[in-house]
């Protein structure tokens, strides 16, 4: 039986997708992390801009200099490199940009997974190039 061939006016339209444009300002409530690939709810605990991931620490590179203004040109891939700690006892994670090399400095969210957090802050005392004394006395 002959295949019967199909016209570009017999196919149906496609539906509207909710997808974010070029600089992923749409109003969903998720997004799927570049790193470990699980989705991310964008509410997050302790900060008003949920700019990593919660279970990797990965980012993207989004914001430019104001957190949360989703200006930046570059769209490439943070990894969390390291901690820094606030004056007042706030921890903040430092990115580096995989793509452009920038650094970035973010909050901390109150639902980050704390042994990759903590992993992260006790990984100067494995480095057996730098004498543990001296990373004591700081």
């Known amino acids: 039986m002959p295949r019967r061939k199909v016209r570009r006016t017999d196919r149906r339209p ?17 997004f799927r992390c570049v790193g470990c690939r699980l989705d991310v709810p ?6 008003a801009h949920r700019n990593h991931c919660p279970h990797c620490l990965t980012s993207l590179h989004v914001d430019r200099r104001i957190p ?3 200006d930046a040109d570059c769209r490439g891939r943070m990894e969390a490199m ?16 995989l793509e452009c090399g920038e650094l970035s400095v973010n909050r901390i969210a109150g639902d980050d997974n704390p042994l990759a ?14 004498p543990v004394r001296v990373l004591l006395t700081l």
């Open 82 to 97: 390291g901690l820094s700690v606030r004056p007042d006892g706030e921890w903040m994670l430092i990115h580096h940009c």
């Open 42 to 47: 964008l509410s997050a605990p302790g900060t």
């Open 68 to 70: 949360g203004d989703r």
């Open 117 to 130: 957090l903590l992993r992260m802050a006790v990984r100067p005392l494995s480095d057996s190039r730098v």
């Open 14 to 30: 496609q539906r509207a997708k909710d997808l974010p444009d070029r600089r992923g300002s749409a109003h969903t409530d998720a």
